[in-house]
């Protein structure tokens, strides 16, 4: 069993700079991916990035390709989302999930997840 809980979001100008922490308590010794998601009021819940257990896996929606790096530290069980470079269009609740087990060693995606933090807010605007 595993519980998340972001933190770093707040209000930024665009072309500002912001870093999302997940940090993650483990009930088990086994593995977990996690995935960042997006959501605004209206639209549907879209996946910004995830990264495997062992890190050596990442993958970006094309929105923020160049912009986010996702990145972990096992030992502190924590992902971060490093934001740059921000747009208006990246505004929204952004969640933190995890895909729990074996095969979430060294693969991750945007389907399957286990469990999902509440959520932290990220507001883009001048």
């Known amino acids: 069993q595993l519980q998340l809980v972001e933190s770093g979001g707040g209000l930024v100008q665009p072309g500002g700079i912001l870093r999302l922490s997940c940090t993650v308590s483990?009930?088990?010794?086994?593995?977990?991916?996690i995935s960042w998601f997006r959501q605004v009021p209206g639209k549907e819940r879209e996946g910004v990035s995830c990264?495997?257990?062992?890190?050596?896996?990442?993958n970006y929606a094309d929105s923020v390709k160049g912009r986010f790096t996702i990145s972990r530290d096992n030992a502190k069980n924590t992902v971060y989302l490093q934001m740059n470079s921000l747009k208006p269009e990246d505004t929204g609740a952004y969640y933190c999930?995890?895909?729990?087990?074996?095969?979430?060693?060294?693969?991750?995606?945007?389907?399957?997840?286990?469990?999902w933090g509440k959520g932290t807010l990220v507001t883009v605007s001048s």
């Open positions: 990264i495997s257990f062992n890190g050596g896996t990442t």
């Open positions: 999930a995890a895909q729990h087990g074996s095969r979430w060693y060294a693969t991750c995606g945007f389907f399957g997840m286990d469990y």
């Open positions: 483990r009930f088990t010794s086994d593995f977990y991916a």
